[in-house]
């Protein structure tokens, strides 16, 4: 579970985030969904300790992430806007370093690569080089990773930009079970089919703050809208966001 409470950073004097609060809990995907540039990665970096909120509180499964960074990076699973993989290292191995990092002892480290190389489908690449690796490839690669050590809450940056249809399914299916397993879901993305496919809960940002919050059916009811797509164009206020 995450609970954030009035979580504010700026850089410089552009004020990404501007007093932002929501709940993200467990057995649920909780949907970031908002204009490029609205705050949305920002949001992801403070939570998972990458960059420190100037003002404002985070505690994930009731833990300050600042406070206990190590131990709260057990608790997580992160799949950031830049995938990051080590281009020498292959699949498997990118996974497995990982793994060790977190302490995962190498028989039971080795099982849970090739479940998880089944359950995403890389079974085709998982030796090689990730060196010219497609962008599904890629996504998948930082997935296994993001989660070989089973984690409770996993945040995931706009995953399937760049994907084709048929890993967009593959990796929408895969969040549904972490979801059916009781896995706390954070999911950023601009993308209105993901929300619609996947959110138990939508948060809107708009320009650093939260512009509206609810499952789909609130969001409607909210914008007085018929589509989900009118409906985020009617609560962030303009179509103007669209293009920023």
Known sequence: MIEVENLTKSFGEVKAVRGVSFKALDGKITGLLGPNGAGKTTTLRM???????DSGSIKI????????ALEVKRKLGVVPDSRGLYTRLSARENIRYFGQLHGMAAPELDVRIDELSEILGMQKFIDRRTDGFSQGQ???VAIARAVVHSPQTILLDEPTNGLDVM???ALRHYL?????????VVLS???????AALCDHIIIIADGQIAAAGNADELLQQSGCETLEDAFVNLIGTEEGLLS
């Open 176 to 184: 549904l079970e972490l979801k059916k397993a009781g896995h706390c």
């Open 138 to 140: 890629r996504v998948k």
């Open 47 to 53: 939570l998972y300790t990458l960059l420190e909120p």
């Open 61 to 68: 499964d009731g833990l300050n992430p600042h406070e206990h």
């Open 167 to 169: 890993t967009t399914r």
């Open 189 to 195: 993305t601009h993308i209105m089919q993901e929300v």
